[in-house]
């Protein structure tokens, strides 16, 4: 009996063959916009790295800037300044961005949960130079600009990021873990502070690290709050003081070249601190993931 | 047919626990728990309905019967672990030492200090082995001689000499025989005064189970022991009172019910009702 060629082929019919260039031609697609972010990404910090090498140097991380035609000058108010900012932005909203999720992932009513979710998300999605002008209303009108109001306004941008992912390291901690401190006898608050915060410690400093990378790099929010051209090098959080964004701006308006090549300095000073936060970040939380799975 | 101790491992298809002192009746013996007409639902759906059964000191109680049942539902009724579970009502009363624990006043945390729990599933806290067992005496300000406490508690669930050189080790690098003793030790440590155990043994293999049932042998003049099991070898071999539960069939589903509790001797050879024959010798349904 004579096998029936036609039926049984293995090759590429013209239907087969029109699918299959559809479906290669999708993966190219997909494949090309992958490769175009990680370009983009690429291309941002070699260029910005290329025009800013030049100003690298040590008296551009200790000096401050130099009055106009005497060179040098260096940009150690702004990073002061940002240090002061987000560390103090920090400081105010790690505990209450835990306290949010503890709130949500521990105690509420699971009704309660969720909205306050939502409410984390639309404060997330609030642009942040609306923030900027609350702040500015509620404490700068009348008493003028400080570092710590410009901490304030970074605070609120940082709370949902850091509530959200509490929230949800701690949603991963199994609850077989919270019963069996419980049934030791131990109220709801020990075992919380007992079992469940040390359980997810990691994948809550990961949280703050990306709030932190984020809060960094804001500029709207620190426009009315705190200053956009302060020279002085001080720690004091009750002086209106320059941020690393600001000082970008500053340089990149000023008419001398070298400056110029500082504000290109120290957006690659900014990109960088992003950049190696972002990836300690994510290994801490590898690392939180593999400790839980034992 | 009456079956003489000395030939009950020959003539038995289940091996049953040998009482070392002669068996006193259940009677004599004091109440610890008793359940009066305890329903436990979760939403309006029953899961177990109308249990009335009495636990006594320092006799291991075994709960046995089909899965969905309603076994270890009732076993987290006894230390109100079911309030944990969002929509859990509870129904009836459950006596402890004469108080009912769903009693106004009772604080579920202080029910759960006399009355500790081990899980099928080993749960170690992701702390060292040491902290495993101080964690529970620091929470509840047993803080004096913490390091003698810890040793007692390891050596109490057998597991001492396995990790008396690695207690600042974690937790997780135990096997898992040896993270459910761990689990016992944690629960004894405290000194509770009931240790209910939720099918302990289910994850392990058959050696660690057998060290499990050794402990309970070991430690049943100290605590009462109440154990959920699927294994039915398991409640002959630990335990002397049976419960029996099984599915009760309704229009709206089914719940469980108990169907006969009595000792274990008893319960494995002469059950007085066609159910619980039906599930002993494998005859079920």
Not at chain 1, 128 to 145: M, R
Not at chain 1, 181 to 205: D, E, K, N, Q, Y
Not at chain 2, 89 to 117: A, K, L, S
Request: hydrophobic content about 50%; some cysteine; overall charge neutral.
């Amino acid at each position: 009996m004579a096998v029936d060629a036609a039926r049984y082929s293995l090759k590429l019919s013209p239907r087969t063959k029109r699918r299959k260039l559809v479906n290669l031609l999708a993966q190219a697609l997909a494949t090309i916009a992958a490769l175009a972010a990680v370009a983009v990404l690429a291309l941002v910090v070699v260029s910005v790295a290329q025009r800013g090498a030049s100003a690298l140097s040590w008296g551009f991380f200790t000096k401050t800037a130099a009055t106009f035609g005497q060179g040098g000058g260096g940009v150690a108010n702004a990073l002061v300044g940002s240090i002061v900012i987000v560390g103090l932005a920090t400081a105010m909203a790690v505990p209450v961005g835990i306290l949010i999720a503890l709130y949500v992932a521990e105690f509420a009513p699971p009704r309660v949960a969720d909205l306050t979710r939502l409410v984390l998300d639309v404060l997330n999605g609030l642009p942040s130079i609306i923030i900027g002008i609350f702040v500015y209303g509620l404490l700068v009108i009348g008493s003028g600009q400080a570092a710590w109001k410009g901490s304030f306004a970074l605070a609120i941008i940082m709370l949902p990021l850091i509530a959200r992912a509490t929230q949800e390291v701690l949603a991963l901690v199994p609850s077989s873990l919270r019963e069996g401190a419980l049934a030791l006898g131990a109220s709801r608050w020990r075992t919380v502070l007992g079992v469940v915060l040390p359980t997810s410690l990691g994948g809550i400093v990961t949280g703050t690290v990306l709030a932190v990378a984020r809060a960094a790099g804001e500029t709207a929010p620190l426009l009315f709050t705190t200053s956009i051209a302060a020279n002085a090098v001080t720690w004091d959080p009750r002086q209106p003081l320059l941020s690393i964004p600001f000082d970008i701006f500053a340089l990149s308006e000023s008419p001398d070249p070298a400056d110029h090549a500082r504000a290109w300095a120290l957006g690659f000073v900014l990109i960088t601190f992003v950049l190696v936060t972002s990836l300690t970040a994510r290994l801490l939380l590898a690392r939180h993931r593999k400790k839980l799975e034992g | 047919m009456t079956i003489e101790t000395d030939t009950i491992n020959e003539v038995a298809p289940i091996e049953i626990a040998q009482p070392r002192e002669a068996p006193r009746s259940a009677a004599d013996r004091e109440v610890v728990f008793e359940a009066r007409d305890l329903t436990i639902s979760y939403g309006n759906a029953p899961a177990v309905a109308d249990v009335n059964l009495s636990l006594y000191r320092n006799l291991v109680a075994a709960i046995i019967g089909p899965s969905g049942c309603g076994k270890s539902t009732f076993l987290r009724s006894l230390n109100r672990m079911n309030d944990l579970i969002p929509g859990a009502r509870v129904d009836g009363e459950v006596f402890y030492h004469g108080q009912n624990i769903y009693g106004d006043g009772v604080d579920p945390v202080e029910v759960r200090r006399r009355i500790g729990m081990v899980f099928q599933k080993p749960n170690p806290f992701p702390k060292s082995i040491y902290d495993n067992i101080a964690w529970g005496l620091r929470v509840l300000g047993m803080k004096d001689q913490l390091d003698d406490r810890v040793e007692r508690a390891l050596t109490q669930a057998a597991l001492w000499d396995e990790v008396k050189d690695r207690l600042k080790k974690g937790a997780f690098g135990l096997s898992g025989g040896q993270q459910q003793r761990l689990c016992i030790a944690r629960a004894i440590a405290v000194e509770p005064d009931v240790v209910l155990l939720d099918e302990p043994a289910s994850a392990l293999d058959p050696i660690a189970t057998s060290k499990i049932e050794d402990l309970i042998h070991e430690l049943k003049n100290d605590y009462t022991f109440v154990i959920v099991t699927h294994n039915m070898q398991q409640a002959a071999r630990v335990a002397d009172m049976t419960a029996f539960f099984t599915l009760e069939r309704t229009e709206s589903g089914g719940h469980g019910v108990l169907v006969e509790y009595d000792e274990t001797p008893k319960i494995f050879t002469q059950p007085a009702d066609k159910r619980t024959e039906g599930y002993v010798t494998g005859r079920f349904g």
